[in-house]
């Protein structure tokens, strides 16, 4: 913890009691007379991932640099409005408390030691098999074998997810080198991109990623060919290895993100408004104001 100097702004000094505290005292605590006192601070380019789900609202992982702020750290922002912008449309609401690190619920598990664990497949698309040992070192693996027929290529696995929650995505893949057609895939999870023709091959390649839901749908692995999920493969034999796919519920935010309410008066962990932003936004504008 540094040492605090006198004559700061009350949320100057709360910031800097905390465990990690960064950056310097007097330029974060002139940005936040102009909160207070002026038109307020923008963060003109903020990654972060999103909870939009009423009870459980927050802003997590943020990462950007902005002069006179501490960066990827958004705890000295509590207790102000914060208004999101992403392709012109906006979220707003109000930091309520600083983040303390990332709770989970586990909603999905792989176990392919015993078959196929509910993924499917369409006759046209391919067929799925479990319990497929030895690849890469590995056992108890998912296989999708491609069918020869044109079109796109997937298998699935749904269950429900809550729309606006925000969730950590983790699965590894293995796609053999010198297939006919595979070399890559697009990973959907509730309607939204997580991996998009990655195009690793002969390894065991581990991901993880953040995406908050759109759809009440689950996971959905598209094999593609170059950066297409729509073709023919040549020999009806191009594979895709899948293992350890999992989905866990975010619950709070991680310790440099930080939990909305809904108004400053009312600290129900829901966001004041949305028009319609897309939660999985490369980046957004966050305006921090007093009022």
């Not at 207070?36 to 380019?45: F, I, M, R």
């Not at 930091?95 to 509910?118: C, H, L, M, Q, R």
């Not at 006919?180 to 939204?192: E, I, K, M, Q």
Request: charged content about 15%; aromatic content about 10%; overall charge negative.
């Amino acid at each position: 913890m540094q040492t605090i100097y006198r004559n700061l702004e009350p949320e100057t000094v709360n910031y800097f009691s905390l465990s990690g505290a960064t950056g310097d005292q007097f330029l974060l605590n002139e940005n936040i007379k102009l909160i207070k006192y002026g038109a307020g601070v923008s963060l003109s380019s903020i990654a972060c991932n999103l909870s939009t789900v009423n009870g459980t609202a927050f802003i997590t992982n943020p990462v950007f640099t902005t002069t006179g702020v501490p960066s990827n750290d958004l705890r000295w922002a509590v207790g102000f409005k914060h208004s999101l912008v992403a392709a012109a449309k906006t979220l707003v609401g109000w930091g309520k408390a600083v983040g303390t690190g990332e709770t989970t619920s586990s909603i999905y598990a792989s176990d392919f030691s015993a078959g196929v664990d509910g993924f499917t497949a369409a006759a046209t698309n391919g067929v799925v098999a479990g319990n497929i040992d030895s690849i890469g070192g590995q056992d108890n693996n998912l296989r999708f074998t491609m069918a020869a027929d044109a079109g796109e290529h997937r298998t699935l696995k749904s269950f429900t997810v809550d729309v606006g929650a925000l969730y950590k995505i983790g699965y590894s893949y293995y796609i053999p080198a010198g297939q006919s057609n595979v070399d890559g895939f697009l990973t959907r999870f509730a309607n939204v991109d997580v991996e998009t023709f990655s195009a690793t091959t002969a390894a065991w390649t581990a991901i993880l990623d953040y995406r908050t839901a759109v759809t009440e749908s689950g996971f959905a692995f598209y094999a593609a060919d170059g950066t297409s999920t729509s073709f023919t493969d040549a020999g009806a034999d191009d594979v895709l290895y899948l293992r350890a796919i999992s989905a866990l519920t975010l619950l709070t935010p991680s310790a440099t993100g930080i939990t909305i309410q809904a108004s400053k008066t009312d600290a129900t962990q829901n966001f004041t408004s949305d028009d319609g932003i897309a939660p999985n936004a490369t980046s957004f504008v966050d305006t921090i104001t007093a009022s």
